[in-house]
């Protein structure tokens, strides 16, 4: 049972360089979500897809942030121009599509972690 | 806009203890779902229950339990005889609407220790 995957698990970059990272869901959930954790909080949603559209960005998604799901299966997000801010543990999840009144839980990837220096 | 508190930042128990994590939360929807999840030390959240906001059903599923309270806004999680691998931070969140994004609290840490 393959769940979802992230790459890479670690990034080390400096203030100013662009990084990239993918995301892989469950082969068959639909919506995939980008949350990003700072020490010792919580999750913070970041935005989502169904399928291939890009549905809701939250406001913690400045111009530097970028995310794409071209075929409807794996993402990237895109960072630009790092600050040092952006040092977070960036998380992927990926869900089923929500019947009716009914929704499923999300299944979070290891996520990365990145650090700019 | 949806707020999920839990106000124990730390908790700490000897093995087979109980121990119960609250969590409360805001919003106005009359339609939501309300998730808790487990983060190791490794740092994978792990997914442990789901309930409907129309279902108030309490749940056991082996040591652990939920008790779900709209009169309160509450949905508490309870442990119990604890095992040292029951340490982590758990997290409570809370979900509204189509899009369904979670928001989380800031999470308890749970430490059991021999």
């Known amino acids: 049972d393959t769940g979802v995957s992230q790459d890479p698990r670690h990034k080390i970059t400096k203030r100013g360089q662009n990084v990239t990272f993918r995301c892989d869901p469950i082969?068959?959930?639909?919506?995939l979500y980008w949350y990003r954790q700072t020490l010792g909080q919580g999750p913070e949603f970041l935005t989502y897809?169904?399928?291939?559209?890009?549905?809701?960005k939250s406001r913690l998604l400045s111009d530097r942030f970028s995310a794409e799901r071209p075929k409807g299966s794996f993402s990237t997000l895109e960072i630009q121009r790092t600050e040092q801010g952006d040092s977070a543990m960036y998380l992927c999840?990926?869900?089923?599509?929500?019947?009716?009144?009914?929704?499923?839980?999300?299944?979070f990837g290891p996520g990365t972690r990145l650090t700019v220096t | 806009a949806q707020k999920v508190t839990q106000a124990q930042t730390e908790i700490s128990v000897v093995e087979k203890e109980d121990v119960t994590l609250d969590c409360v939360y805001e919003?106005?929807?009359?339609?939501?779902?309300l998730f808790w999840y487990k983060q190791p030390p490794s740092g994978e959240l792990v997914f442990l229950i789901r309930?409907?906001?129309?279902?108030?059903q309490n749940e056991i599923s082996g040591r652990y339990s939920w008790n779900f309270q709209k009169s309160t806004s509450s949905f508490n999680f309870t442990i119990t005889a604890s095992q040292v691998v029951d340490s982590a931070v758990y997290f409570c969140?809370?979900?509204?609407?189509?899009?369904?994004?979670?928001?989380f609290g800031t999470g308890t840490q749970l430490k059991v220790e021999l």
């Open positions: 919003t106005r929807d009359t339609t939501y779902y």
């Open positions: 999840a990926s869900s089923l599509l929500p019947t009716g009144v009914q929704t499923y839980e999300q299944y």
């Open positions: 309930r409907n906001s129309f279902d108030e």
């Open positions: 897809f169904q399928n291939e559209a890009q549905l809701e």
């Open positions: 082969s068959e959930h639909n919506r």
């Open positions: 969140a809370l979900s509204v609407g189509g899009g369904n994004k979670l928001t």
